[in-house]
């Protein structure tokens, strides 16, 4: 690219920077959202709203943050743009958005080096009762999901799981890892064992959440604290079954 090229290049991110988009604060609307009438508006929304309602989609979709540059994207092409087929939604873009986390990932590696990371395993069983264990990687500018295993078929030993653990801590980099956190369960510990004789930069610890889940399920099974339980769980009971006492109740919270 000659030096003209350059120029024009620099010149148009310059010119770039200068204009706001529509949505932004203190940005200058354009002349046709500011002839449009409150009717008009309002009857966009409620086509919106009538998509989210009829596809079943959370109201707290709206709170993200590619909500409204998707409106803004379509917006800026106007009345022309047809949305993407079902066809393109689960096959191209899904391919082009998986690619595109990829990327961001593959950008994240970089920093692991410099600082280092904890690797974390949160085991977890969906609705068909399948054992899943998801991997994270936690460095101090954020967290990054690593990968899913579906451990539902398999013997959850200690040298099983030392070896699905081995398989992420190589791809992430054995030399970028520091810290190993797992469930308190026997298996984890053993494995976490077996992790820093092969690893000795890695140090594994349990997760303080299950830690304290284990506290407290020791402290609920004290018979004075069932008891205590017990007797809470049937006043409970006792005053959602009887609505004009819980009608009183709410009353008096008023």
């Keep these: 690219m000659g030096d003209k090229g350059k120029r024009r290049a620099i010149a148009a991110t310059l010119i770039g920077s200068y204009f706001k988009e529509r949505t932004m604060t203190g940005s200058q609307p354009t002349l046709k959202s500011v002839l449009a009438s409150k009717q008009v508006k309002h009857k966009v929304k409620l086509g919106l709203a009538r998509w989210i309602i009829d596809a079943q989609i959370l109201f707290n979709a709206i709170q993200s943050p590619y909500f409204q540059p998707a409106l803004d994207g379509v917006a800026a092409i106007g009345p022309s743009f047809k949305g993407p087929s ?110 820093h004789e092969k690893y000795p930069n890695i140090f594994w610890s349990p997760c303080a959440a299950h830690c304290i889940n284990l506290i407290l399920k020791d402290i609920a099974s004290l018979p004075h604290i069932a008891d205590l339980a017990s007797r809470a769980s049937k006043v409970t009971v006792f005053v959602y079954n009887h609505m004009i006492f819980l009608s009183w109740l709410r009353k008096r919270k008023e």
């Excluded at 970089?110 to 998801?134: E, F, V, Y």
């Excluded at 030993?157 to 791809?171: G, P």
């Design 86 to 195: 079902y066809d393109e939604m689960r096959v191209h873009l899904l391919a082009d958005l998986k690619k595109e986390c990829q990327l961001l990932v593959e950008g994240y590696r970089s920093s692991w080096k410099k600082t280092g990371c904890t690797l974390m395993a949160d085991g977890w069983t969906d609705q068909r009762q399948h054992t899943l264990i998801n991997f994270l990687v936690y460095y101090p500018t954020c967290m990054s999901f690593v990968k899913s295993v579906d451990a539902f078929d398999m013997i959850k030993t200690a040298d099983t799981l030392f070896k699905l653990f081995a398989e992420v801590i190589e791809w992430v980099g054995s030399s970028n890892i520091v810290h190993v956190v797992t469930d308190n369960a026997t298996n984890y510990v053993s494995a976490g064992k077996l992790i």
